[in-house]
């Protein structure tokens, strides 16, 4: 068989291996650069042969049923998808595109099996409608094609009613469109075999990815020993709306390996070719750092609770015990705040990047400002007048527990009106007192006859010790989908 040039771009990578220090991550920047500049040479610069097909095989692009080619010239910009000729084990893609994607892929272990396990709690932790904007796609990427079938057949029966319904599809990709999995670099001084188990997952998601790609707004990674939190797409949603208008290329949900990890599906085709082509470097987990710090999100963005919990007892690498476990997930995550799209805005000095939104968010981070004075105030400004059942403010950390509001009030306002700061509320209503720097208050639209526009927080008294404002939560009585299409919080 010819020797087609992505054969050649795999061995490019792998004479580099000379050039390789004890740590991977300065090396893994070199050879971007290098890439880039051997693109410049390239002409054609990715290309798989298809070979002979299976039965039951669909291709995603089938005018193109030979062979796959694309060019490095533009490593941001990977729009393409890869052409790969999947097989589609059960179920068909649905014509509507779904809210999310939650991504599996799962190879035969030595010891246990959790990917029934993770499939039923995907689907017994969704509610019927929470279902409707879901659909699960399983990548059994094991090249023994007999446990492959086996393992389907259980699937379909278990899962029949979710696989008619186009909530599940499972598919593989052929070995043949696999890189070469030998005489790879043994990075980290890693043993072959744990070389090779690491580089074909990352090959193997990166064909799971790219299979996503135009499937849902947004695509969730799991791994296939995972339990899931009691409505997890709802908490999810919630999440997503405050964070519409700022920029994000990954947001985690659980602090283990690849698991919880939601991207938006414009990003796959890059996170898939950026996975085909460092996939010998490192661990999967690992190059997604890099792959976000080169999106230029460089803080982690990670909500508690989490949503997502590791199950497995016995790794897929060996069999070897993998008891690890998320301490912050919760399993029945049910009273994550709705905290409906705001404006911020304060008259506290700020601290340095410590700014407003940050109290108002699910991630673990807070606003910080510098001593208020007798009148200072927190306001946060509702897009839309809004029923709030419950208020909740927190503020100081454990390691900072003088930094609270030591007197301060809570107020609720409407009527909003332009002044020369902007938009502010002209009539408040006091709903309660600050107690040891944290206040909630509980049925507030029993006690409010408006719709409220306005929270604001106003200290009563100056006070020496800075002020930490930790969370911000509000719980709307009206289903938070009447505001998921609203715009984002934003800091005036």
């Known amino acids: 068989m010819t020797v087609t040039i992505m054969r050649l771009v795999w061995k490019s990578l792998d004479k580099m291996r000379y050039f390789r220090k004890r ?60 052409n790969v000729t999947y097989r ?20 035969k272990r030595k010891r246990g099996n959790y990917l029934m396990e993770t499939i039923k709690s995907i689907f017994d932790q969704s509610s019927y409608d929470e279902l409707k904007e879901i659909v699960v796609v399983v990548h059994l990427a094991d090249f023994d094609l007999a446990w492959c079938e086996n393992l389907v057949q259980d699937i379909s029966r278990k899962f029949a009613h979710h696989i008619i319904a ?21 990075n980290y001084n890693d043993p072959e075999d744990r070389v090779r188990f690491r580089s074909k997952q990352n090959v193997d998601y990166a064909f799971l990815l790219n299979f996503c790609t135009n499937l849902s707004d947004f695509y969730m990674m799991l791994e296939d020993d995972v339990r899931c939190s009691r409505n997890f797409l709802t908490s ?21 390996g690849y698991i919880g990890k939601l991207y938006h599906s414009r990003d796959l085709p890059r996170l898939a ?35 997502f919990q590791h ?8 069999g070897a015990e993998n008891k690890l476990k998320d301490d912050d997930f919760e399993e029945d995550s049910i009273d994550i705040p709705d905290n409906p799209p705001a404006s911020l805005h304060t008259n506290i000095h700020v601290f340095e990047n410590y700014d407003a939104t940050k109290a108002y968010s699910s991630v673990d981070e807070y606003f910080w400002g510098k001593h208020p004075s007798t009148g200072d105030f927190f306001v946060i400004i509702l897009h839309e007048p809004t029923q709030i059942s419950k208020i909740k403010i927190v503020t100081g950390t454990d390691d900072r527990q003088n930094d609270i509001l030591h007197h301060g009030a809570l107020e609720v306002g409407e ?32 006690k409010i006859a408006f719709d409220i526009e306005c929270v604001r927080i106003v200290a009563t008294a100056s006070q020496k010790e800075w002020l930490i404002i930790r969370t911000i939560s509000l719980w709307t009585a009206q289903p938070p989908s009447q505001w998921y299409t609203e715009g984002p919080y934003r800091l005036d």
Request: charged residues 20%; glycine residues 8%.
């Open 166 to 186: 186009g909530h599940l599809l499972v598919i593989h990709a052929p070995e043949e469109y696999y890189p070469s999995l030998d005489g790879l670099k043994r």
């Open 236 to 256: 999810l949603k919630k999440v997503v709306t405050s964070r519409e208008g700022s920029y994000w290329v990954m947001l985690e949900f659980s602090k283990l």
């Open 415 to 446: 009527k909003l009106v332009g002044t020369k700061r902007g938009r502010q509320c002209s009539t408040y209503i006091t709903l309660g007192e600050f107690k040891y720097g944290n206040i909630e208050v509980q049925d507030v639209d029993h």
């Open 311 to 318: 199950m497995g007892y016995y790794s897929s690498y060996k």
């Open 23 to 82: 740590s991977t991550i300065p090396f893994l920047g070199v050879l971007i650069t290098c890439l880039l500049f051997f693109n410049l040479y390239m002409e054609d610069g990715y290309m798989m042969e298809a070979g002979k097909r299976p039965l039951r095989e669909t291709s995603m692009h089938p005018s193109n049923t030979e062979r796959y080619v694309h060019t490095f010239r533009d490593l941001t910009n990977f729009s393409g998808t890869i």
């Open 88 to 107: 589609y084990l059960a179920g068909t893609p649905l014509p509507r595109k779904k809210y999310l994607t939650i991504g599996l892929s799962s190879v």
């Open 273 to 307: 070719h950026f996975l085909l082509m460092f996939y010998q470097e490192m661990p999967c987990d690992w190059l997604l750092i890099h792959f976000r710090d080169l999106l230029a999100q460089k803080d982690v963005i990670r909500f508690k609770p989490s949503l």
